[in-house]
């Protein structure tokens, strides 16, 4: 009986597990591994947000008591990952070339460039990843010399457009906040 059981409960977890595995964000066409960028840099992250999974739909299901169309659209997400790294003075060539190199490729991969601002104190782009009619990812890159920071977000699911600034206010992401 005690086999059995251990059995049994083996089982259940390996299915999750394997249910898990399946449903990872980093499968989905909206994925960006921010690993990759993390290394574009010589100190660790000033600001650090991974959030999907279980995290993600606790996060979705305490926002339904206060905002229950921000809940719907956390529940809709896959992963939410933001990294902050800190850039005194003014940005380095090869930040901006290993910046643009990535816009390229994103691009290469299929993502579109929906937003590109150029000034002299920033520079911001924002990729979208389609599947079908809707947007399956986001990739923010924001490289401020005013705030001394770089910044990049990515976001994963099934992502409604008109709510990007809420997503932004909840997990405190500055700059999606006024999207």
């Known amino acids: 009986m005690k086999m059995r059981l251990f059995v049994a409960a083996a089982l259940l977890v390996a299915g999750i597990t394997a249910e898990a595995a399946g449903q990872s964000s980093n499968e989905t066409?909206?994925?960006?591994?921010?690993?990759?960028?993390?290394s574009w840099f010589d100190v660790e992250p000033s600001l650090e947000v991974n959030v999907e999974g279980a995290l993600l739909r606790l996060a979705a299901s305490a926002a339904k008591y206060e905002d229950e169309e921000l809940a719907d659209v956390l529940y809709k997400l896959?992963?939410?990952?933001v990294r902050g790294f800190p850039t005194y003075g003014?940005?380095?060539?090869?930040?901006?070339?290993?910046?643009?190199?990535?816009?390229?490729?994103?691009?290469?991969?299929?993502w579109?460039?929906?937003?590109?601002?150029?000034k002299h104190d920033q520079s911001v782009d924002v990729f979208a990843r389609m599947a079908g009619e809707k947007i399956a990812g986001l990739v923010v890159v924001a490289v401020k010399n005013d705030d001394d920071e770089t910044v990049f977000v990515n976001i994963v699911g099934d992502i409604d457009p008109d709510q990007i600034g809420r997503i932004g206010r909840r997990f405190n992401i500055e700059e999606l906040r006024d999207w």
Do not use: F, M, N, T
Not at 29 to 38: A, F, I, K, M, S
Not at 78 to 81: A, D, E, P
């Open 78 to 81: 896959k992963s939410i990952q």
């Open 90 to 110: 003014p940005v380095p060539d090869e930040l901006r070339d290993r910046r643009d190199a990535l816009a390229r490729r994103l691009q290469k991969e299929g």
């Open 112 to 118: 579109d460039s929906v937003v590109r601002v150029r």
């Open 29 to 38: 066409p909206g994925y960006l591994d921010l690993r990759e960028v993390e």
